[in-house]
């Protein structure tokens, strides 16, 4: 059953890197291989659930009789029940997500900041976007700064080459800006909310091995980039909403990013998933809107309103995303996942070393069950080198691959970023600032 499951979850992966050539949409393969992987599983798995397996509440019900007779269905619920509850949660959170975006580029509010950014040089203007991805995503999560900066490169760059350049550096600089703060990458959260790291720690030895892993890849990337960037064109949407007044702008901008910006505050107080957050922000933000569109005439109205930016939410993203999570998922359930965790564990003895290929592994597969069986593997203290090398190695390894964090996944989908195309033009880069910057932290953990 495992094999069969690996063999169709390449496959899958094979098809979604071959979307061009197979002009097969990527949503599709990774929906078909999420659901085939459940179903074999699903068909094949024993008769009882493991004992070590049974949840705690479950435990309590059965008021200390042997669970050994629990059937498969209850096992088959348990699981996938958690399963969907950790995909539903970071799809709520995408789609939120995506929609203040929307929203906020609809009141045109994202045109103040493209206003400002006066570079016209392509490298100055990838070091700008660059640095800021980086700053950006130690506050917000990688995949929030991602959509963000997307949306404004599609206002800057107007070539879709170049475009492409700068979006993958995104996708690198989001990753390495979430690696050295507690908020910035949901495995650094899970290695916090562990006790595993400390807050003010995690800063200052990641720190300089996360701007490493930024500052190769802006000047390999920028060496292929030459010229000015022609004059911004006036989109035609501009001109549908040539009503929009400065205030409406402004407000849009500010309450919007604001919003963005409390989803962190709202987890570190509430300790609620960060989804609800985000529902919270798009709430506040669509009671404004409904406030502000009485200001409107009916044209301006009827395309900034939240129904109209919900309908430009580009949802095949969302359904690969779904597909993903679903395949990857029930690489979990068989175990596939610990047993990668112990195969890395035997073949490598140093610590570090292990960190390292659970970085690159990470490209492959999500990170977040990685560094879940991390966790349960290993009992150092908190603050132990190994954590600090895992924090950052999780983080920033998914950038290796087009697929391998969610701010790639998000680039991807926004974008229709080509498998073969990153791997070919932005990985050498994203694997050259990975080594680097782990290289950095090494040395940083040993001297200090």
């Avoid at 493991?50 to 009789?65: A, H, K, L, N, T």
């Avoid at 003895?349 to 290993?378: K, T």
């Avoid at 680039?411 to 880069?429: N, S």
């Amino acid at each position: 059953m495992a094999i069969l499951v690996v063999c169709i979850f390449l496959l899958g992966y094979a098809a979604i890197a071959l979307e061009h050539p197979l002009h097969i949409n990527k949503a599709a393969s990774a929906l078909l291989i999420g659901v085939l992987c459940w179903s074999i599983y699903v068909v094949n798995v024993d008769s009882l659930l493991p004992s070590e397996s049974i949840p705690s509440w479950f435990r309590v019900e059965m008021d200390g009789q042997d669970p050994s007779h629990l059937s498969r269905s209850f096992a088959i619920e348990h699981q996938h029940l958690i399963q969907t509850g950790e995909i539903a949660s970071i799809l709520f959170f995408l789609m939120g997500a995506m929609t203040i975006v929307e929203l906020v580029d609809a009141h045109e509010g994202f045109a103040l900041i493209t206003d400002l950014i006066r570079a016209r040089d392509k490298r100055k203007l990838m070091w700008i976007i660059g640095v800021t991805t980086f700053c950006l995503s130690a506050v917000l999560d990688n995949l929030t700064t991602t959509i963000v900066i997307v949306s404004l490169l599609r206002k800057l760059v107007q070539d879709r080459e170049d475009r492409l350049r700068f979006i993958g550096l995104v996708v690198i600089a989001a990753n390495a800006g979430g690696a050295w703060t507690v908020i910035g990458d949901v495995t650094t959260t899970m290695l916090w909310i562990k006790h595993k790291i400390g807050t003010t720690e995690v800063m200052y030895k990641l720190l300089l091995g996360s701007i490493v892993c930024l500052i190769i890849p802006i000047l390999g990337i920028g060496w292929s980039l030459k010229g000015k960037l022609p004059e911004r064109m006036i989109e035609k949407k501009d001109l549908d909403r040539e009503h929009i007044k400065p205030w409406q702008q402004r407000l849009f901008l500010g309450v919007g990013l604001a919003a963005l910006l409390a989803v962190p505050v709202f987890k570190t107080f509430t300790h609620l998933p960060p989804y609800m957050g985000m529902m919270l922000s798009l709430s506040c933000l669509w009671v404004i809107s409904e406030f502000v569109s009485h200001t409107m005439d009916e044209r301006t109205r009827s395309s900034t309103g939240v129904l109209a930016a919900l309908k430009r939410v580009d949802f095949s993203s969302v359904l690969f995303f779904l597909g993903i999570l679903l395949a990857v998922g029930s690489l979990s359930a068989i175990g596939i996942l610990d047993k990668t965790a112990t195969w890395l564990d035997g073949q490598f003895r140093d610590h570090h070393l292990i960190a390292v290929m659970i970085g690159l592994v990470s490209a492959v597969v999500d990170n977040v069950p990685l560094v879940a069986a991390g966790i349960e593997m290993y009992s150092m203290p908190i603050n132990d080198d190994f954590w600090m090398m895992l924090a950052y190695c999780a983080g920033t390894g998914g950038s290796c691959l087009i697929i391998g964090s969610a701010a790639g996944v998000a680039a991807m989908g926004m974008e229709r970023i080509d498998f073969i195309w990153y791997l070919r033009k932005i990985a050498p880069w994203a694997l050259a600032g990975y080594l680097s910057g782990a290289i950095v932290v090494y040395l940083q953990i040993e001297m200090l």
